[in-house]
């Protein structure tokens, strides 16, 4: 258990666990199911639809890169759904050229805040591993709703598929520690400066800064929060937060509809 993070070898890893990668010199990282046989399930945008259309060719490049239909490990590395952002690849392409982590589930509050990073562990308890493998394998069939960066990314996927649990309510910040740490490193900063008159000097400011990050990112943690509750996967596409995006994608999709609906109450109260 390092203090940044859980580095493991791959004999470490057994199906079921919640693995993650570093990208970009450690600025983020990518997380997902390990399903056994050197397969991993995780969840990226949706894939772009091929098109002649310039903006639609620079769209598909920015779908998940790794996934290569042409791994030379696996003939299936890369399946994904056309309407889905689960994609399954094998091990190696999720890695690329990173190393393998493993994100640590039920550890106690005291190890949780000693952690510098946010998205590498939670206090919550992880479910079976059976369990956690079905619910991956379900969502690469039916899907995970859109990507979100702060609402609904990787980090979220996996988070589900180990507790079941999800936001109740519409979620301004989902249930990823990694967003939360990214939200609360500038919130911790802001809401610390009454505090400059308390703090003496630059290392007291500090101190103040840090422990309210470390406040934040506890009170927001998956094992913390009171408003999540656990949603079966066979439920999970009638959740208010998914039926929310489903709402607003027929609202898009038919505006001729909701013209039709707003004008006779406009006419009406024109008499």
């Not at 970009?24 to 990282?29: G, I, K, M, W």
């Not at 990226?44 to 639609?56: I, M």
């Not at 392409?93 to 550890?107: A, D, H, K, Q, R």
Request: glycine share 10%; hydrophobic share 35%; aromatic share 8%.
């Amino acid at each position: 258990m390092g203090l940044l993070s859980n580095r493991v070898e791959r004999s470490e890893i057994r199906p079921g666990d919640h693995i993650y990668t570093w990208r970009a010199v450690y600025a983020y990282s990518h997380h997902g199911i390990y399903v056994g046989g050197s397969k991993v399930v995780h969840f990226t945008r949706k894939k772009e639809v091929e098109s002649s259309d310039s903006s639609n060719s620079i769209s598909s490049l920015i779908s998940f890169s790794e996934a290569s239909s042409e791994c030379p490990t696996f003939p299936d590395c890369g399946f994904q759904l056309s309407d889905s952002g689960v994609v399954l690849t094998c091990l190696d392409c999720f890695l690329g050229n990173g190393s393998l982590y493993c994100f640590e589930y039920g550890v106690p509050s005291a190890i949780f805040l000693a952690k510098l990073r946010g998205g590498t562990c939670t206090i919550a308890q992880s479910d079976p591993s059976e369990v956690v493998v079905r619910r991956a394998m379900h969502l690469l069939q039916n899907g995970f709703g859109n990507y979100d960066i702060f609402e609904k990314n990787c980090e979220d996927f996996a988070l589900y598929c180990k507790t079941g649990l999800i936001p109740a309510e519409e979620p301004g910040i989902g249930t990823s520690g990694q967003a939360s740490a990214a939200i609360g490193i500038p919130l911790a900063a802001l809401m610390s400066s009454p505090f400059k008159i308390f703090a003496a000097g630059p290392l007291g400011m500090a101190t103040v800064t840090a422990g309210m990050y470390c406040a934040g990112r506890y009170i927001t943690d998956l094992g913390v929060r009171k408003d999540v509750t656990k949603v079966e996967v066979e439920n999970l596409s009638s959740h208010l937060g998914f039926r929310r995006i489903e709402d607003a994608e027929s609202v898009n999709s038919s505006p001729d509809k909701v013209k039709k609906t707003l004008l006779p109450m406009k006419r009406k109260r024109e008499r």
